[in-house]
């Protein structure tokens, strides 16, 4: 599988969400080598403000869409930020079997919780995690949108100060 070239169609996901002024996040849901789903981050600006419509659910909304034809298990899901825990447990319970992203969030990333010490729902799952890729690409994203004076999203939170210090 070319990790890269999957990770570069969720960073085009997030391109698109930064140019809406959303956060910039975005995922592709892949299924032997194909694109099943795209999704970027809905509702973190304006009157719809929300935190449900991160781009992990929004695919696994349009996955849901897709019915049962595919084993979720051999599906990959690739996203430009380390899933949140809100996240992390959706991709869980969806039975997806790897994760792939770009950038740690180092505020709420939800990855490097122990499954093994929580109940069995979620220390039978067997999802694989690997980080890291293309994450200078999406770092630059958070930095553009968090050096951007009109977004208000987690502004002075510890992911901004962190995204904003950190060396390419």
Partial sequence: MDYEYFMKKALEQAEQALAAGEFPVGCVLVYQDQILVTSARRSSIGGERNEIDHAEI????????????VDHSQITAFSTMEPCLMCYSALI???IGK???AYEDVMGGGTGCQLSRLTPL????????????????????????????????LR????????????D
């Fill in 122 to 153: 979620y220390k039978d799952s067997s999802v694989r995690i690997m980080p890291g890729i293309l994450r200078a690409e999406s770092l630059k994203l958070f930095k553009d949108f968090f050096a951007d004076p009109a977004n208000e999203y």
């Fill in 93 to 95: 319970l969806a039975g």
């Fill in 99 to 101: 994760i792939v992203y």
């Fill in 58 to 69: 929004v695919a696994l909304r349009r996955l849901s869409d897709l019915g049962d034809t």
């Fill in 156 to 167: 002075q939170s510890l992911l901004a100060e962190y995204t904003l210090s950190c060396d």
